[in-house]
């Protein structure tokens, strides 16, 4: 073994598939993106380098730039709070009951393995003001008529209108099961002796958790804050799908959601890889201030 590892052809020999693949599908795409970002580039026109004209008028005229911005930010904001607080909750009741753990495991993780297309459409109708939630509050009473309800995702008054909010909680209960996962797998990592220790000492399970087990996830919450941030940044299939397309004029867009329009639907590819590399530096800045603030300490046990 140590001689294949001195053996710099047989290294490179392992590493190469992997490397080609990277280079094609990851480091040759982004590098073409930012090219394109300084370029009036639509499909069937020639490429004409313009510059920074794309960055300019993606931050000074855009409104709907603003409004992306904003809502993806709310995303970032939510979706990192609220998997961190639901999946270490569940991950901690889920690992101290003994029984049905399995089955409760599969109910909170299978959400996250169904197609977001089909659960954007499936909430969707839920929160239709004539079928689903209003519909059901309709017949316990809490309505005169299902009509009377909210309109989930028809209102657009408010900084964050009510769609957005819907839709940051449909997301969570998709993805809560994921973080649950990671931080479930973290902790069984811990020696039951450290428990047992400090019980023997008089610590309660709820000190238990707040000064053994979340010192030692901390390298497990850090990754998956870093998973949820950049997820929530590139949201896109539940909003596509749950708001009706041109119903909110634009409120509803995040970032994914106006790069899809801009260089899809309006032809604007140049434009558009502008907002996907203004997006790209947002998920690294995000990255890095993760890893920053959320220290990763060395145990030994």
Not at 63 to 69: C, E, G, Q, S, W
Not at 91 to 113: E, M, Q, R, S
Not at 123 to 146: K, Q
Request: charged share 15%; glycine share 6%.
């Amino acid at each position: 073994m140590d001689k294949l590892l001195r053996n710099k052809k047989a290294i490179f020999l392992f590493i190469a598939p992997a490397l080609i693949l990277f280079t094609v599908v990851l480091f040759v795409p982004i590098c073409k993106s930012v090219y394109y970002s300084f370029c009036n580039y639509k499909t069937n026109y020639p490429i004409i380098f313009n510059g920074l004209d794309n960055y300019v008028k993606l931050f000074t005229k855009d409104k709907a730039m603003r409004i992306a911005l904003k809502n993806s930010m709310f995303f970032l904001v939510f979706s990192c709070v609220s998997q961190l607080i639901c999946g270490l909750l569940l991950a901690a009741l889920l690992t101290n009951i003994k029984k049905g753990k399995d089955l409760f495991k599969n109910i909170y993780y299978l959400p996250c393995v169904l197609s977001s297309a089909a659960l954007g459409l499936l909430w969707m109708f839920v929160f239709t003001p004539r079928l689903g939630i209003n519909e059901m509050l309709a017949s316990l009473g809490v309505y005169a008529d299902c009509t009377d309800g909210p309109e989930w995702l028809f209102n657009t008054e408010g900084f964050i209108i009510l769609p957005i909010i819907v839709i940051s909680v449909v997301a969570l209960w998709q993805y809560v099961g994921q973080s649950m996962m990671l931080y479930m797998a973290q902790i069984s990592g811990i020696s039951k002796d450290v428990y047992e220790a400090a019980y023997i000492d008089g610590a309660s399970k709820p000190q238990a958790f707040i000064h053994i087990t979340l010192p030692l996830i901390r390298p497990m919450v850090a990754t998956a804050m870093s998973l949820n941030a950049i997820g929530s940044l590139k949201f896109f299939d539940l909003v596509y799908n749950m708001i009706p397309e041109g119903f909110l004029a634009g409120k509803a867009h995040v970032l994914a959601t106006h790069l899809y329009d801009q260089g899809f639907k309006y032809n604007k590819l140049g434009y558009g890889s502008a907002i996907g590399v203004v997006l790209m530096v947002m998920c690294l800045i995000v990255t890095v201030i993760i890893n920053k603030f959320v220290k990763v300490d060395s145990y030994e046990m």
